[in-house]
């Protein structure tokens, strides 16, 4: 048993009172340091000083499933594994591979073996020769397990301590208030030996919910979690967090409980002797979402969620006010915590972080844009019954395929510029292995297996993905080389570090998003400058500020910008980073 009366002790069982007000704090943090640091692990005897050091401007992330890439052959951890080392190494320095255990719906998010690798994938050895090479984030799925996986069968069976592991409620109980993600029934009756029961299911009734009133799934989660970093796992990803704590008579989402347990598990990774960062996936509006930085003291990172219906809204519409609004309004990141900027992922482009952000008129233009390009709409149902957008299921790269008045010879053009947006604001940026390879929507796959965001997790036969790649004609080849491009020399700019400063630059015209960067040593300035529109836009130079006796270069086209003159032109979609520094 390891000494519990370091700095951390106090600290754990002050959050765990909070937590577990009937327990005693001081006997829990003992189980928790315990879970955490088993026999023969080191921790720090002080936690980490909030900084800017866990990251950098040479970090990019790729987000890809575990199998996105197959040819019937060989294990899909392999090709993975292949296909950044030959497509992305110096390009992209991070992989999120999402859910890779033993599972049995929603693509790995109903997992049913959370100490296992997903066979069909490959072992840990594959994953552990993965983190060798790159920055690896794992998923924490820790709301809800599969009811197929041990926990819940243990549960029906009132086997000892999985029967309490599971949130229940009664069909009388006011659950009007609860906010849902889905359209499906709430609660599900189940058999169990102790008569029957009716469990808690936020997304569906294949994910049934977890009771983290009972301490003992804490403890059981920590011990994961320690799993996952000894398997060199840096980046911790909290999974639909936000509903972890439930209460009956209330929302369920966000309450104090939730913030507490992130709280703690931020602690942990202060005191790890392992680089461990943890990022929730909250897919809420903006004050909600920046509420799981707490003080500085909860999430690491989290997920710019406004970014992908903004963008998307800026490039359809040839008009960025509302991004440009919304961008002005953010705070930077507290000491020690970052963005995590994106677009596209596995899941459909998230509606819901827009609200407040876009006029219901033009989120319905959107909409209606979204399926004239061949998208689904995926809803949710609203406390009075209603239901609402809650996602748009569509590949980005099809999404940029027209504006709100039609088809154009700016497809390839504008969705560049749609990354090249996400590259140019401070935090870290992501992208989905479907955005980097111009993947096309999968009808197929949506009829083969069912759901609608299936379109937008198509798995590449990686013969025909390197012939594509091969041909420098192709839109996978484009897009592949364009971002590499940029993002090589991203990462050589210190004015592009995730914590850099940046202010929103009003350029007087709605079709330019333009942001201004400065390195943390404020040696150099980048002022990024993004044409959302199809038209040539002629701006004034003097909005930008460029101290004359400093050359300046735009780091895109490799030109020299002349400080003497009065305008700046930028060709339709055509994005700049002019600096100071080259």
């Avoid at 060199?232 to 347990?261: C, M, N, Y």
């Avoid at 999404?399 to 604001?425: K, P």
């Avoid at 709605?510 to 002022?527: A, E, M, P, V």
């Avoid at 400080?563 to 979609?573: K, N, R």
Wanted: net charge negative; proline share 6%.
């Amino acid at each position: 048993m390891k000494d519990d009366t370091g700095s951390i002790g106090p600290k754990l069982a002050n959050i765990l009172r909070q937590i577990y007000p009937e327990l005693d704090g001081d006997i829990l943090a003992s189980l928790v340091i315990n879970a955490f640091w088993p026999e023969d692990t080191e921790r720090r005897q002080r936690g980490r000083v909030p900084g800017n050091t866990l990251w950098s401007q040479k970090d990019a992330l790729l987000i890809t499933y575990g199998n996105s890439i197959v040819d019937g052959a060989h294990k899909p951890l392999d090709l993975l594994s292949d296909f950044l080392g030959t497509y992305l190494e110096g390009t992209l320095n991070a992989v999120h591979i999402l859910p890779f255990f033993p599972y049995t719906s929603d693509d790995g998010f109903a997992v049913s073996d959370f100490r296992a690798v997903n066979p069909q994938l490959g072992d840990w050895p594959d994953i552990n020769r993965i983190a060798t090479e790159f920055t690896l984030m794992s998923d924490l799925v820790l709301n809800h397990v599969s009811s197929q996986g041990n926990w819940f069968n243990a549960y029906r069976q009132g086997q000892a301590p999985y029967d309490t592991f599971f949130f229940e409620a009664s069909p009388d109980d006011d659950l009007r208030d609860v906010v849902r993600p889905r359209t499906t029934p709430l609660l599900q009756e189940v058999e169990t030996s102790m008569g029957l029961r009716h469990v808690w299911c936020t997304f569906s009734h294949d994910q049934i919910d977890l009771d983290f009133r009972n301490p003992e799934v804490l403890l059981e989660f920590l011990r994961i979690i320690r799993l996952h970093i000894d398997n060199g796992v840096q980046i911790i990803r909290l999974d639909a967090v936000a509903f972890l704590w439930k209460e009956v008579g209330t929302p369920s989402i966000h309450l104090p409980q939730t913030h507490a347990v992130i709280k703690l598990m931020r602690l942990l990774c202060d005191f790890a002797t392992e680089k461990v960062i943890l990022l929730t996936e909250t897919n809420v509006p903006k004050a909600e979402n920046l509420s799981y930085f707490g003080k500085g003291d909860e999430a690491h990172a989290i997920y710019n969620f406004p970014l992908p219906p903004l963008i998307l809204h800026a490039l359809m519409s040839g008009n960025a006010e509302a991004l440009r609004r919304w961008q002005r309004a953010m705070p930077p990141a507290p000491m020690g915590c970052a963005y995590l900027n994106f677009t596209a992922s596995h899941d459909g482009i998230g509606m819901r972080p827009a609200e407040g952000l876009l006029p219901e008129d033009e989120k319905q233009r959107v909409v209606e844009t979204v399926k004239d390009l061949g998208g689904l709409v995926s809803m949710r149902t609203m406390p009075d019954g209603s239901e609402s957008p809650y996602e748009l299921n569509i590949t980005f790269y099809d999404a940029m395929s027209r504006t709100f008045t039609g088809a154009d010879s700016y497809h390839h053009a504008r969705f560049v510029c749609s990354q090249t947006i996400v590259m140019s604001l401070e935090g870290i940026p992501a992208f989905y292995i479907h955005a980097m390879l111009a993947t096309p929507n999968d009808h197929d796959g949506v009829e083969h297996r069912g759901m609608n965001r299936a379109i937008n997790r198509h798995r590449w036969d990686y013969p025909i993905l390197r012939e594509r790649l091969a041909d420098p004609s192709t839109a996978q080849a484009r897009v592949m080389s364009d971002l590499s491009a940029r993002l090589q020399i991203r990462k050589k700019q210190a004015a592009f570090h995730p914590n850099a400063t940046q202010f929103t630059v009003n350029m007087g015209d709605n079709r330019i998003f333009g942001i201004w960067r400065q390195s943390l040593d404020r040696g150099q300035s980048i002022f990024a400058l993004h044409n959302v529109s199809d038209a040539v836009v002629t701006i004034s130079a003097a909005a930008l500020n460029l101290i004359e006796d400093q050359v300046w270069l735009d780091l895109l086209s490799d030109t020299v910008v002349d400080t003497t003159d009065s305008e700046i032109t930028v060709a339709p979609y055509q994005c700049m980073w002019i600096t100071n520094r080259s």
